[in-house]
């Protein structure tokens, strides 16, 4: 009976302990949040004095992305171009530039990413529906895209569907793909993919949301750019590669206003100029 009393007396200890340590992490979780939110509300106000509003629409939550390096692989891009080109032969024309000849039209490949796809009369796709065999052909080459990004320019003779290329979900700033269509048919895919595959990914320390706003505003000072509102704010990847075919994604910031878009290095603040 008196070892029952001791273990039951030990089992109320622990789980009093236990209800202690949890209402500390709680409490420090909120003290938490509640400094998270003065200091983005902070940035807000200072923007705001300043002469640039902070839409509501904008996303000011807590984020984060890892660095990457991504690399091309000759033996996925040369089966890739022939699952979409067929019968093909390759030439490699240096400075990592390879060129393909197909049954169905032929391709420019480089390992900075460039690509430039060109469907022959005879073989061009159908394209009942364009959206659905844009992102066919992109799945075919391996290529993310971000389904919402789709953005639509129409002539007299063909239409264009440009999207932007992603990573695990996450907006790949500087890599777009266009799918040129004529006539009921697919006649080109062209733009820059990140590569093939990650070759390595970094846990890297963004700076966060109420640093990205100041650095923002100084930025404004320092290049004279003007504007009155701040409607986006989104963390996103930057891509780089050399001809030799090896790249990185970088975590950048994008940041949307009422004149264009400002992009800021997330992890040394700099502001970055992408083609």
């Not at 992102?135 to 320019?153: N, P, Q, V």
């Not at 890297?204 to 990205?212: E, F, L, M, Y």
């Amino acid at each position: 009976m008196d070892s029952l009393k001791v273990k039951n007396f030990i089992i109320l200890v622990l789980l009093i302990v236990n209800a202690v340590l949890l209402a500390v992490v709680i409490s420090d979780r909120l003290r938490g949040d509640e400094l998270w939110d003065q200091s983005v509300q902070g940035a807000v106000a200072l923007l705001e004095e300043n002469g640039i509003a902070v839409s509501a629409d904008a996303d000011l939550s807590a984020r984060s992305l890892n660095q990457r390096g991504v690399a091309r692989s000759p033996e996925f891009e040369r089966e890739a171009v022939d699952e979409v080109l067929g019968g093909m032969t390759t030439e490699d024309r240096g400075g990592g530039i390879i060129y393909y000849g197909g049954t169905y039209g032929e391709a420019i490949f480089r390992g900075t990413g460039g690509f430039d796809i060109q469907f022959s009369a005879s073989g061009a796709p159908e394209a009942e529906d364009m959206e659905r065999t844009a992102l066919e052909y992109a799945k075919k080459l391996g290529i993310s895209l971000l389904e919402s990004s789709c953005r639509t320019t129409t002539s007299d003779s063909s239409t264009v569907l440009e999207y932007t290329c992603s990573s695990d979900g996450a907006r790949i700033i500087n890599c777009t793909v266009e799918f040129r269509f004529m006539l009921g048919r697919l006649y080109s895919v062209s733009g820059t993919r990140p590569l093939d595959y990650v070759t390595s990914e970094t846990d890297s320390s963004v700076i966060d949301v109420p640093t990205a706003l100041m650095r923002f505003l100084e930025l404004t000072r320092e290049k004279g750019h003007i504007c009155s509102e701040l409607r986006g704010l989104e963390l996103c990847y930057a891509f780089s590669a050399s001809a030799s075919g090896e790249g990185s994604l970088t975590p950048t910031w994008l940041v949307v206003t009422d004149t264009g878009e400002f992009y800021i290095n997330a992890l040394t603040g700099r502001e970055e100029v992408l083609a």
